[in-house]
């Protein structure tokens, strides 16, 4: 891992940086042959949705480079709700307390910076904020043929749970299976 990295919260000025690393994530997903991700999300309205809200993180390397982002979104994720999964946490529904877990999703590695734990890091920092609020878990869903992914998460120390539908398309993916992780922090 580079030691070097630090994890901060993205500025509006660097979404075009952060849409670069994740437009890099979408070619090292396609290589799969799986559409997530290629069919125009994630996109700039989304990263500037996530910097608003004070969800986007980005990995900056020594030198001052931003080499990674994702989305580290609290509160009741709407898909988790509805997904027929047996997580490890309280599921609770919008509306019914508080969520016990952050979200990652968004989540891509500048390719100049691939194999440097980049992504890694940033898992470790998150799962920081994570007890810093008190939080229980954190989750995380991918595309059943992104292996790497896949891969990653059990090398991170995420549990496989089951594969779930998404319910609300934002692209034009008709392949809508997931399967979620979680872990316990």
């Given amino acids: 891992m580079d030691s070097q990295l630090s994890m901060r919260l993205a500025q509006p000025d660097e979404a075009a940086r952060v849409m670069e690393i994740l437009e890099d994530g979408k070619r090292s997903i396609a290589r799969f042959g799986i559409e997530q991700w290629q069919h125009g999300y994630p996109n700039l309205e989304a990263v500037e949705k996530d910097i608003a809200a004070g969800a986007c993180y980005v990995a900056e390397d020594a030198s001052g480079a931003l080499v990674g982002s994702l989305a ?75 292996i790497a992914m896949r891969r990653f998460l059990a090398k991170q120390g995420f549990t496989e749970l089951s594969p779930f539908e998404l319910t609300q398309k934002g692209d034009e993916e008709t392949d809508l299976t997931r399967i979620a992780y979680e872990k316990l922090v």
Avoid at 78 to 96: D, I, K, M, S
Avoid at 102 to 119: K, P, W
Wanted: charged share 20%.
């Fill in 72 to 146: 580290l979104l609290g509160g009741i994720d709407a898909e988790y709700c509805r997904a027929q999964v047996g997580w490890l946490t309280a599921n609770p529904f919008e509306g019914e307390g508080t969520a016990p877990y952050l979200a990652i999703h968004r989540c891509a590695t500048a390719s100049e910076a691939l194999e440097r734990g980049v992504m890694g890091f940033m898992f470790a920092e998150s799962e920081a904020i994570a007890r810093s609020r008190g939080l229980e878990s954190i989750r995380i869903d991918t595309h059943p043929g992104n």
